[in-house]
């Protein structure tokens, strides 16, 4: 069960023309927070809320489906908050995407080369060029 | 995000099949909301819980599926079994969750 490109562009029209790259089948066994967390995490569904028997989510992280639990997700995992989008040669960069109420969606790492790389739920996961083009598309 | 309503796809010809109905769910399941990490976005979808509501006669169909490649039917198997087969420490490992359904349900004489 996949989505093609097509479904893709017209659920997140900011990928429209941006290039982006699928660069894995559809996969139930990990999320975009997990695949955000580094490459290493292809077996955990990483998510703080509803039932704790059905997702892992740190111990000493709170179990609150907001930008604060993240951010404390991500500084354990040694991330700090920084300023932009900017690749910075040495540093590894995740983005979190949140909606109008600021309850967390999605997550994207940055690549060496400066590309974003994010797995989208249960589906693909895809590289793209630039950050603008998730923000068109998940911050709404 | 902009999703198609479910209703509008969710009629069904009365002569489907086990098999034919849950497949139809999983697509729209999927299509619908299989982009969301969120755990509640994604059980509590009106397909997901159609499923749930399949009862007994849907477990094959989740465990055939388990058998290919792990699955987010360990979310719906608890629900519909009631049995907790999952231990603490593989919690969100759906590979190793799917693992341990499978092995709970050879055990319990399901055959799919």
């Known amino acids: 069960m996949g989505m093609n490109g097509n479904h893709l ?106 590309r974003w790389t994010s797995k989208l739920g249960a589906w693909k996961t895809s590289n793209i060029g630039s950050m603008t083009s998730w923000e068109q598309s998940m911050v709404r | 995000m902009a999703t198609a309503p479910a209703e509008q796809t969710r009629d069904k010809p009365t002569t489907e099949t086990v098999e034919e109905r849950f497949r139809r769910l999983e697509a729209i399941w999927m299509a619908e909301v299989g982009h969301h990490s969120s755990t509640t976005k994604l059980s509590n979808h009106p397909a997901f819980q159609e499923i749930v509501r399949m009862g007994q006669a849907v477990v094959p169909f989740l465990l055939r599926d388990l058998e290919i490649r792990p699955r987010l039917w360990v979310w719906a198997l608890p629900e519909i079994t009631k049995a907790d087969p999952v231990p603490v420490s593989d919690r969100g490992n759906i590979a190793k969750m799917s693992e341990a359904w499978l092995r709970w349900a050879r055990a319990n004489g399901y055959e799919w």
């Open chain 1, 9 to 114: 562009e017209t659920l997140f029209p900011g990928l429209r023309g941006s290039g982006h790259q699928i660069t894995s089948p559809p996969c139930d066994g990990y999320n975009c927070i997990a695949w955000a967390a580094g490459p290493a995490n292809t077996h955990g569904w990483w998510w703080p809320f509803g039932d704790p028997a059905k997702t892992y989510w740190p111990p000493q992280v709170p179990r609150e489906e907001t930008l604060d639990a993240f951010r404390q997700l991500f500084a354990l995992l040694q991330y700090s908050v920084c300023d932009d989008d900017a690749l910075e040669p040495g540093y590894e960069k995740v983005a979190l995407f949140a909606d109008d109420l600021g309850v967390p969606l999605h997550a994207a790492r940055q690549l060496p080369d400066g």
